[in-house]
């Protein structure tokens, strides 16, 4: 089979998700919830035949993919290709704090102008080129084979849209909720195919040893 199935989990919650607080490239890590998620994703996957487990190198993402890679007894690989899109200046805002000091910049950002980019921030553009590039080369490493992507919530965005050939202005219509596990296929000739999107069945089940959030932000 000359294909790549990419199993891509967005990283599990920090304390500034709970804020609506924007991380970008900032190195936030996961809390409490975030950690119990990070486990029930390495249980959920434990008998999947993984070929690698690869993730940003910031430390959410990086936390949620940990207990995975432990738990297929395959070292953690870490690529900056996978990292959130770059807000520049925006970091450390929160959404509320931006609409009332810079409504036009947020009016830009809600109508994903393709080429809007915070100040000294990233493009959509230049993300998408990012992210389908760093992905088609995960997965040309590993055709016929299964690998895990632990990545942030723009990021999979992208993918989203390269797989189910969704255009990159459309509004977003799908779940990107904290350890939700995605499916993709990759191959040579035909790109990115959506398999299935936002399985959280892992985070649903009663588990006394972690905590439970049904409202953690997506």
Same mark, same amino acid.
């Given at each position: 089979? /000359? ?57 959410? $993402? ?39 000091? /810079? ?48 990545? /942030? ?63 953690? $932000?997506?």
């Amino acid at each position: 089979m /000359h294909a790549t199935r990419i199993l891509a989990i967005r990283h599990g919650e920090t304390a500034w998700n709970r804020d609506a607080r924007i991380q970008g490239q900032l190195d936030i890590p996961l809390n409490d919830t975030g950690r119990w998620q990070a486990q029930r994703v390495a249980e959920a996957l434990r008998h999947e035949p993984l070929a690698a487990v690869y993730s940003s190198d910031l430390s959410r $993402a990086r936390q949620t993919a940990e207990p995975l890679a432990q738990a297929q007894g395959l070292p953690l690989q870490t690529d900056t290709g996978l990292r959130e899109r770059c807000f520049g200046a925006f970091q450390g805002r929160t959404w509320a704090e931006l609409e009332r000091e /810079h409504p036009d910049v947020v009016r830009a950002w809600k109508a994903r102008e393709p080429d809007f980019a915070p100040p000294g921030g990233e493009s959509l553009r230049a993300l998408r080129e990012r992210v389908e590039g760093t992905f088609a080369a995960l997965a040309a490493r590993h055709l016929g084979q299964a690998i895990a992507v632990v990545a /942030h919530g723009g990021v999979l965005d992208i993918l989203y849209r390269a797989a189910a050939h969704v255009d990159l202005q459309a509004p977003r219509a799908w779940a990107m909720g904290n350890a939700a596990i995605h499916r993709v296929l990759w191959s040579r000739d035909g790109g990115f195919a959506l398999l299935s999107w936002g399985d959280t069945r892992h985070l649903e089940e009663a588990d006394e040893a972690g905590p439970r959030d049904e409202q953690a $932000a997506a």
